[in-house]
Each structure stands twice: as C-alpha cells, then as structure tokens.
C-alpha cells in the first residue's frame, strides 16, 4: 500500500522560509517521479513542483519558480521541499504525490496523493 506522510509545514511571516518532508512507503520509492502539489482555501489542487525518479531533474510552476527547490534522497524514501521567499499566497495545504512515472513532471494531472498533507500559513 503506498503510503505518503507530509510534514514540516507551519506558521511563517512573509520573507521566511520552510522545509517540507515526505516519507514515503510501501513502493519503490527511487522508480517513481514525484511532486509537491497545494490547495488553498477554497480553491482547486495547484502542481507546484516534480522531480524525476533519481532527482536529476526539476521542474517548477512560475509562480514558485527561483524561490522553492524540490529534492530527494532515495536512500531515505523522502521527499523534500524548501520554501524561501514565502508570501501571503503560498498559504495552502502541501501534499506530496507519486507518479506512475519516472521521468520529470511538469503541469501534470496524473498522480497519487494519498497523505494527509501539511499547512503553510504565511501570515505577519
């Protein structure tokens, strides 16, 4: 059963930073593409970011782009996300997602996300 757990999301003052983590289980985490989508309130899920299957390749939306860097370690089954340059409009839920894939992701649709996700709130 694959399983995703997000963390490290929190309340952040504009200008500040944060450090997303996704543990990931019950697949072989180093085969598969990966990516931080996002909800805000009221509003529809946002791809945000993916990385390839052995983290050679990234790939951002514009709205993130030059301020939030995906990474991951294979060895650790994990999935990461920095967050600099934070602004009121980054506040939404992140969840981590599996593709069926391994190539990078960009604008796609075609994932699993099955954790509970993790809240940014950028607020002053």
């Known amino acids: 059963e694959v399983q995703l757990a997000e963390s490290g999301g929190g309340l952040v003052q504009p200008g500040g930073s944060l450090r997303l983590s996704c543990a990931a289980s019950?697949?072989?985490?180093?085969?598969?593409?990966m990516s931080w989508v996002r909800q805000a309130p009221g509003k529809g899920l946002e791809w945000v970011s993916g990385i390839n299957s052995v983290g050679s390749s990234t790939r951002y939306a514009d709205s993130v782009k030059g301020r939030f860097t995906i990474s991951r370690d294979n060895a650790k089954n994990t999935l990461y996300l920095q967050l600099n340059s934070l602004k009121t409009e980054d506040t939404a839920m992140y969840y981590c997602?599996?593709?069926?894939?391994?190539?990078?992701?960009?604008?796609?649709?075609?994932?699993?996300?099955g954790g509970q996700g993790t809240q940014v709130t950028v607020s002053s």
């Open positions: 019950g697949f072989t985490f180093r085969s598969y593409a």
């Open positions: 997602a599996k593709h069926s894939f391994s190539y990078t992701p960009y604008y796609t649709k075609d994932y699993y996300r």
